[in-house]
């Protein structure tokens, strides 16, 4: 895939941005980026803090499968062999976010409209420390300063390999190896479940009481032992 990209010092939203270009008939590969955001999201609505330092940028695709739920765990394969190539060891918490060390330090969104035919997929990557005004949870990559523009083409060249075979999810298995709930006790919608794995359709398998259910969405987290 060619990426073309397009700079912005400051967006409400990149994702935002690139859906306005993709209605607008924007070519796939058009890549939004800003140096901070001050109304990013994540999904469900949530708030994604965006200051000064990190990476945010959106790609615009126009997919010729119409599996789209694959976008987003294609992307997550590719931001963690990217941070891997780097020499970090980041495990992916489903289905949309990357963790390092019990942090999170990448967030993913992607979001379509089916009938004019674009999606765009939307990263938020804590390269930097985000400061003392940062979620809890957030977690970065480096103590100082990074080579932002080298981690995106790294992270990009990933995702076009892997977009490229779509609709074959044969990255599925990186995916498993990476998971970062694998072990653990989960809390899904307030019910304590133990992990099970990720089906063939991304649907996270969880055990309770001796029975496996699938679950497509939903608040997962992590039981915290005490």
Sequence with gaps: MKFDFIYFDELPSTNDTAKQKASSGAPEGTVVIARK???GRGRVGRSFYSPEGGIYMS??????????????PAAAA????????????????????IYKADKKVCGILTES?????????GVGINTVCPGVNAPEIAGWLYDN???????????????????????????IKYYREKSYLKGKKLLINGAEYDYKGVDDDFGLLAEKDGKTYKFVCGEVSVKTVV
């Design 37 to 39: 955001q001050s109304a």
């Design 59 to 72: 790609v615009i695709l126009r997919p010729r499968f119409s599996r789209l739920t694959l976008i987003t």
């Design 78 to 97: 590719a931001v963690c062999k990217a941070l891997e190539s780097l020499g970090f060891d980041c495990r992916i918490k489903w289905v949309n976010d």
């Design 113 to 121: 409209n089916l009938d004019k035919g674009w999606a765009v997929l």
């Design 145 to 171: 300063e990074a080579d932002n523009d080298k981690i995106i083409k790294l992270v990009l060249s990933e995702f076009s390999e892997i977009y490229e075979k779509l609709p074959d999810d044969g990255f």
